[in-house]
């Protein structure tokens, strides 16, 4: 899940008085740009990956294998964006922005990386495929929104394609974990049975199981908070656009 666009209608009318309180300084937002661009560039080298092993194979089938480094790295890179707003340097909820970059890193490493039978689903390439455009359009907004430069066509993908990127990827992010349940409970992964000394059980089983369950609630509140985004940023446009 993607974090929250920082909002570019701030900049020209408060941009002065939040730099003179809480803004950012200049290593701040030097470092932030530097981030990035990294990121950006890293997303782009995993959507190369992911062209260059569909045209080599001529099949989708499999394609997780060739950018599985890449992915694990810079997904899990963005543990970084909870140490952003932590210290400040970036005006976003620590919880909400850490409950978005964990849910990605738990599916990268606790489901993806540990059950290897479910590598080979369809369902991995739907939400990678979706996370990598995601992410190229996010850190690309977030780049020149820093530079001040924010190119109106990087604005519109950013509050755009998440209409079709967002359900794309929750139903590979879900249809993956499904995949996995019967492994994980044939396995007992993760799991911890009684009797041991410290009186404790976990079943991973049931645990990802309740994961599931929260997207129901969860998925339409941040897709429709996305849309109500939308409109605040674009809707002005589109509705000159439309007079015009």
Not at 183 to 202: A, D, E, H, M, R
Request: hydrophobic share 45%.
């Amino acid at each position: 899940m993607s974090a929250p666009a920082m909002g570019t209608s701030r900049t020209a009318h408060s941009d002065s008085s939040n730099k003179r309180k809480k803004g950012p300084g200049t290593l701040a937002i030097a470092y932030l740009v530097i981030y990035n661009v990294v990121m950006t560039a890293g997303w782009l080298v995993i959507a190369v990956g992911l062209v260059r092993a569909y045209l080599a194979r001529g099949s989708y089938h499999g394609l997780y294998y060739s950018i599985e480094k890449p992915l694990k790295f810079f997904q899990t890179g963005a543990l970084l964006e909870i140490l952003h707003c932590a210290v400040g340097i970036v005006p976003s909820s620590v919880v909400l922005t850490g409950f978005q970059v964990l849910s990605r890193v738990f599916l990268t490493w606790a489901v993806t990386h540990s059950v290897r039978e479910v590598q080979s689903e369809d369902s991995v390439l739907l939400f990678v495929v979706a996370w990598t455009v995601t992410e190229i359009i996010r850190y690309s907004f977030y780049t020149f929104s820093l530079l001040n430069h924010l190119p109106y066509l990087i604005k519109w993908a950013r509050y755009t394609f998440f209409i079709v990127l967002y359900p794309m990827g929750v139903a590979g992010e879900l249809l993956t974990i499904y995949a996995a349940l019967p492994y994980v409970q044939k396995t007992g992964l993760y799991s911890i049975t009684l009797p041991n000394k410290y009186n404790f059980s976990f079943d991973y089983h049931t645990f990802l199981i309740l994961i599931m369950i929260s997207y129901i609630p969860l998925f339409p509140q941040l897709y429709f908070h996305m849309m109500r985004q939308r409109k605040k940023v674009l809707g002005h446009v589109e509705e000159y656009s439309k007079v015009e």
